[in-house]
Nanobody, 126 residues
Framework: QVQLVESGGGSVQAGGSLRLSCDYSGFTYLYYCMAWFQHTPGKERERVVALYSGSVPYYSASKKGRFSVSQDSAMNMFYLQMDSLESEDSGTYYC????????????????????WGRGTRVTVSA
């Protein structure tokens, strides 16, 4: 059974850091684009970063330079390191898995990702 479970969210002051984790199971990371999405009320889920095994990650312009993605295939974990957090980074963050064998460049929106975790909430106070 495919499962994605996020953790690591919380409350932090602007300028602080958080590390989100996605514990995945039921599939092999090598064949899927994995992504982190941010959702804020009233907006669509926005792709923060996407990573396909062996490829460079794709970061959104607003997060590039502050966020960093990594993956531990031995532990089946997918991480998002968030530094220099801003109030605009607040929201619920979701881990998502794309379609089998499809590159991240072809999966840009939330609708392109069929498998999701339940999310973890991040609150950044000014």
């Amino acid at each position: 059974q495919v499962q994605l479970v996020e953790s690591g969210g919380g409350s932090v002051q602007a300028g602080g850091s958080l590390r989100l984790s996605c514990d995945y199971s039921g599939f092999t990371y090598l064949y899927y684009c994995m992504a982190w999405f941010q959702h804020t009320p009233g907006k669509e889920r926005e792709r923060v970063v996407a990573l396909y095994s062996g490829s460079v990650p794709y970061y959104s312009a607003s997060k590039k330079g502050r966020f960093s993605v990594s993956q531990d295939s031995a532990m089946n974990m997918f991480y998002l390191q968030m530094d220099s957090l801003e109030s605009e980074d607040s929201g619920t963050y979701y881990c998502a898995r794309g379609n089998y064998g499809t590159s991240c460049s072809k999966q840009l929106s939330a609708n392109d990702f069929p498998t999701w975790g339940r999310g973890t909430r991040v609150t950044v106070s000014a």
